[in-house]
């Protein structure tokens, strides 16, 4: 298994890849469903054996499915908590799948771009993630792999409600479509919180970089709907689809405001930013967010046009302390990873 977290350490996220719609605002785009087996209470409240027998009816399916046989299934029991912690930074797991015990068990598709949790809150939480502005793609990919954990096992599900979840926020269709968002164009105008404001209202919430919980680091905002009940999946999704455009609007008025207010600042901030990231010895995690941050608009501004944005993205997730430790293959002290990652930083933006 190690050499599946090492490959997975050394080669980009193909959702990170800078391709696809808007690349250049939308880093990601995820769609999640959480599915429920039938006549199993859900793990919040089921006791070790249902949750052990659970984990016994999902590795019988995927012994059985020629479609999952295409990915790597891991016992959670099986996985160090550098790999756990590497997993949250590459999106393949929650947070909240590290609590608990560990009756539970990932399955991760070809390319990363699907997996499956095991007991998180639900039995079943199935992604895809697409690289862009691209919910109809992931929900496409997604469904494909609900379709197929559904020919072996029943899901919880009732003729009024849909599907039956273990946090009734998501009964119904147990979706949510989510995009990750570079704002810092509304960020340095001071105009984010109006458009929160705004995106909240249309039934749409805003978390951090991490999802629910989670801190904004970066200008990243992940921004995702609310109502799964009463609601179709593909409303969802034209929902989802048409607020993200007029974030991006928004982003791109701000940012033209930014050049005709204070162009000299910005490109100073910019640049300099650069200079620090291609010359810095120590480097915290939250600081490469920010400089990249900077870049980032550089670049999409076209004041640094020598960089490729699926290499900005590459380091941001690089600079990720469980990332960082995998790729260089030892485990470090926060001292010592800052130095590393200056180092890395400045390995990978020496041609550019």
Not at 54 to 70: A, F, H, K, N, P
Not at 87 to 113: C, D, M, T, W
Not at 189 to 218: A, M
Not at 326 to 348: H, I, L, T
Request: with cysteine; net charge negative.
């Amino acid at each position: 298994m190690g050499t599946m977290f090492e490959e997975m350490a050394t080669s980009p996220a193909v959702w990170l890849s800078g391709q696809g719609e808007d690349a250049l605002v939308v880093l990601s785009t995820r769609v999640r469903l959480a599915r429920n087996v039938a006549g199993c209470k859900f793990p919040p409240s089921a006791d070790a054996e249902t949750r052990k027998r659970i984990v016994g009816y999902v590795d019988s399916t995927v012994e059985r499915s020629s479609l999952l046989q295409e990915g790597q299934y891991l016992k959670a029991s099986d996985i160090s908590e550098l790999d756990r912690n590497f997993l949250v930074e590459r999106h393949l797991i929650s947070p909240a799948f590290l609590n608990g015990e560990l009756s539970k068990a990932l399955y991760v598709g070809p390319q990363q771009r699907v997996s499956i949790m095991v007991n998180e809150e639900d039995h079943l939480r199935v992604q895809a993630l697409s690289s862009g502005l691209d919910p109809n793609g992931s929900y496409e990919l997604v469904t494909k792999y609900d379709a197929e954990m559904g020919r072996y096992l029943e899901y919880d599900y009732d003729p009024d409600f849909g599907y039956l979840t273990a946090c009734p926020t998501n009964a119904g269709t147990g979706m949510r479509a989510s995009v990750l968002i570079h704002l810092p164009g509304l960020v340095l105008t001071k105009d984010i919180d109006l458009v929160i404001s705004h995106i909240t209202r249309s039934g749409l919430i805003v978390r951090g970089f991490y999802g629910e919980g989670s801190d904004v680091l970066g200008n990243l905002f992940q921004v995702s709907n609310q109502n799964t009940l009463g609601i179709s999946e593909e409303e969802v999704l034209n929902h989802i689809t048409r607020i993200t455009r007029e974030i991006i609007d928004k982003e791109a008025e701000a940012r033209q405001r930014l050049i005709d207010e204070a162009g000299d600042m910005i490109e100073d901030k910019i640049w300099r930013a650069y200079g620090i990231l291609k010359t810095a010895r120590v480097l915290t995690s939250e600081e490469v967010m920010n400089l990249l941050s900077a870049v980032r608009l550089g670049h999409a501004m076209k004041i640094i046009d020598s960089l490729d944005v699926a290499l900005i993205n590459d380091i941001l997730l690089l600079s990720q302390p469980a990332h960082l430790q995998k790729f260089y293959g030892s485990e470090m002290d926060p001292n010592r990873r800052d130095f590393v990652r200056a180092q890395m930083v400045r390995e990978k933006l020496r041609n550019n």
